[in-house]
Structures are given as C-alpha cells and as structure tokens.
Nanobody, 124 residues
Framework: VQLVESGGGLVQAGDSLRLSCAPSGCTDCAMGWFRQAPGKGREFVGALSRNGANIAYGDSVKGRFTVSRNNAGNTVYLEMNSLIPEDTAVYYC????????????????????WGQGTQVTVSS
C-alpha cells in the first residue's frame, strides 16, 4: 500500500487549501489525517470510515476542515478553510486496512500505512 499526498504549500491566514491522498492498493481502508508541528507530537486532524459514513475531527480544526472521499473511492481529501498560523505543520495521510466499514480511528498507532507528509505553512 502506498499513500501519495499532494496539495501542501504556503498560504496566508484566512486562505483555504486542499490536500489529497491517493491510497493505492488499499480498497478496504479507513483513512485518517494527522499533522505534526516542529517540536510537537502528531496531532489528530480528521478520520473517515471505510464506507465514508462516519467522520471525526480534532477539536482544533472542527468547523474549519472537512474530510471527504471521491466517488470512485480512490482519493481522500482534506479541505482546510479559514487557515490560521497555528495550522502550520507537516500533514500526513494514514490508512488502516481490513477494518469494519463503520469505524474511524483517532489514534496514530491505529494506522498501518502512512504517506510521506506534505508541508502546510500559514503566514500571518
């Protein structure tokens, strides 16, 4: 399983950005997004159950970020709106295989596969 992320970059506070993750070879995966700022641990951002019916968000991004999947099920998105400098971090896509269709997972240790990470920098 490979996770290919894209979409990071440098934006200004208040801007929007969309990250994409293409999980090749993972047709039965629950997906998650995490981020890690310098000197900090990996923070839960959002998660999507395998069937797409259940979604969860971290408290710091709730109401601003949206996790979704395309109709083909082969790309997962993280739509980020109203970005603030505190959102600056490396963002990671993660996948957990062979799971029940309704579950999502908040803890990074629950995931089997990780993307390479993409940098998001929000300037004030």
């Amino acid at each position: 399983v490979q996770l290919v992320e894209s979409g990071g970059g440098l934006v200004q506070a208040g801007d929007s950005l969309r990250l994409s993750c293409a999980p090749s070879g993972c047709t039965d995966c629950a997906m998650g997004w995490f981020r890690q700022a310098p000197g900090k641990g990996r923070e839960f951002v959002g998660a999507l159950s395998r069937n797409g019916a259940n979604i969860a968000y971290g408290d710091s991004v709730k109401g601003r970020f949206t996790v979704s999947r395309n109709n083909a099920g082969n790309t997962v998105y993280l739509e980020m709106n109203s970005l603030i400098p505190e959102d600056t971090a490396v963002y990671y896509c993660a996948a957990k295989s062979a799971v029940s269709s309704n579950y999502y997972y908040r803890r990074p240790e629950s995931y089997d596969y990780w993307g390479q990470g993409t940098q998001v920098t929000v300037s004030s």
